[in-house]
């Protein structure tokens, strides 16, 4: 019976865990393990110095320029490490409650451009901005967490969020909140990279507007998928020539303010659901995307 309720504990947590949108669940996967690593091994004596203070001198964000110029690996391995379990349970939790929805949204590149862009962002405010509250060794996911947050609410502004012994609060107010609670307690000196969060933030806003104006926030991922990935090169080639064959028909015909598609426009609206329900949104070429667009306008 034992080993039933195990087993049984173990299969929902993995069903949970493969459930989670596919960045999400690599990031969280990455920064636990790191963190086991670290709490196991960390300890370790190398060259007069404990694993983990060799790993943190090594990885963790120095904002002195010269550093972050020579080191540049320290923008992103930065967001890895956290200094306690609940430096890590809240970052992590965050992350999965409001990443969720924005990657499901946007779609997996977009929102890993997201988080990276808004990690790196909030390390690049910080070297701005370090010769006025210093230059601190920086660890944790917590600016790009922000920046996922502030898509989130960007995205879903009346969302109610749950807080503890609180009513349900709108998802911009919340946000808002912390970005206000950061900005007021800049320089306390209690050891928070506070301009890391409110970088990551502005970042994370950037991004999700341009997403909505139509930037294909994709394009920063697929050159690095190709890497390993040559075949999606060859189709991403063959979908644009396909593309630029199809002859457009402009013969629309309207009622009232709805405009009615004719059977190529409808068959080229197909296509495009059915490559999104395989590929997902990321799947579609800049020209597809802005050719669903320009459909969905007419309805």
């Known amino acids: 019976m034992n080993m039933y309720q195990q087993d049984s504990f173990w299969n929902s947590f993995k069903r949970g865990f493969y459930r989670m949108p596919a960045v999400i669940r690599t990031l969280i996967a990455i920064n636990v393990i790191v963190f086991i690593f670290q709490a196991f091994f960390g300890g370790i004596q190398i060259g007069g110095q404990t694993l983990n203070r060799f790993i943190v001198n090594w990885f963790g964000f120095d904002p002195h320029l010269g550093t972050a110029i020579t080191q540049p690996w320290r923008f992103v391995t930065y967001m ?29 590149r977009s929102f890993a451009v997201i988080f990276f862009g808004a990690g790196i962002g909030g390390a690049v405010f910080h070297i701005a901005l370090s010769f006025l509250y210093g230059t601190s060794m920086v660890i944790g996911a917590s600016g790009a967490v922000f920046g996922v947050m502030v898509a989130f609410a960007y995205m879903y502004p009346t969302m109610p969020i749950m807080l503890f012994l609180l009513p349900p609060i709108q998802a911009r107010y919340v946000v808002a909140g912390l970005i206000v609670f950061d900005v007021l307690f800049i320089g306390a000196g209690d050891n928070v990279a506070r301009l890391v969060h409110l970088g990551g933030a502005g970042i994370g806003y950037l991004l999700v507007k341009a997403h909505y104006s139509g930037v294909d926030l994709s394009k920063f991922v697929r050159p690095i998928e190709r890497i390993w990935n040559p075949e999606l090169s060859k189709s991403f080639s063959s979908s ?30 197909d296509e495009i659901l059915e490559k999104i329900s395989k590929h997902g949104y990321d799947g579609l070429t800049s020209e597809e995307k802005k050719r669903l667009f320009d459909l969905s306008k007419r309805n």
């Not at 939790?93 to 949204?105: D, I, N, S, Y």
């Open 80 to 108: 890895f490490l956290h200094g306690s379990g609940f430096h890590l349970l809240f970052n992590m939790l965050w992350l999965w409650w409001m990443g969720r929805a924005v990657e499901e949204g946007l779609g997996p």
């Open 240 to 269: 644009k020539k396909k593309e630029k064959r199809k002859k457009k028909n402009k013969n629309m015909y309207s009622v009232s303010d709805v405009e009615i598609l004719d059977e190529e426009e409808v068959s080229d609206l």
